[in-house]
């Protein structure tokens, strides 16, 4: 058997943190190692407990779970971080991807997505809520396709759509009859002919364009 995936909460809602940690307990799944009320207390159990999730809200006294997971970034932590949040915010969420989060939740949806984030996390994939994914892409609003996608293959177009629809490399492999190692070839060259640095800019510049791949 798995052993269960070892999981932190942090929020600064008594009320909300319990009903989120009951949801969690009742799974076979999971281990719930603790919870914080605050950014701070969230980053020493991070570094002490080690767990393989930490489940964050964005806006926490002392520390923003955004800060959090910046320092768990950068010291290069094994945990995997999801954050809680209540926004709609387009240019906060690019700033979660650039901060190496992988999983994104609306709290209204938190006890019925949770497992499948952690689930996603885990398998080093994307998770985020589809409510937010779709008005991600909506408050950017409708926008030229760029010249460059003209230059990219047939392949490359559909090896993009599922980044867009955050597939895992090794998932397009699967969907597409094609090795890992070819798909991590397509990020690369595809990455060049739309002129994009940076480790999640293709998934970025995917999720922006959706409607148009």
Known sequence: MREPVTVIIADDHPMFRAGVRQSLENDPDIKLLGDAENGEQ???KIQKLKPRVAILDVQMPVMTGLEVARRVEKLNLSTHVILLTMLDDRKFFLEAIDAGIKGYVLKD?????????INAVCDDRHYISPSLAGLL??????SPAPAQLRDLT???MRV???IAALKSNQEIADEMFISKRT???HRVNMAKKLDLNGTNALLKFALSHQSQL
């Open 154 to 156: 047939p392949t490359e």
């Open 160 to 162: 993009l759509k599922l």
């Open 42 to 44: 969230a980053f020493e």
């Open 137 to 142: 892409v909506a408050r950017k609003g409708p």
């Open 109 to 117: 949806s938190a006890v019925s997505e949770l497992k499948k984030a």
């Open 183 to 185: 798909v991590e070839n």
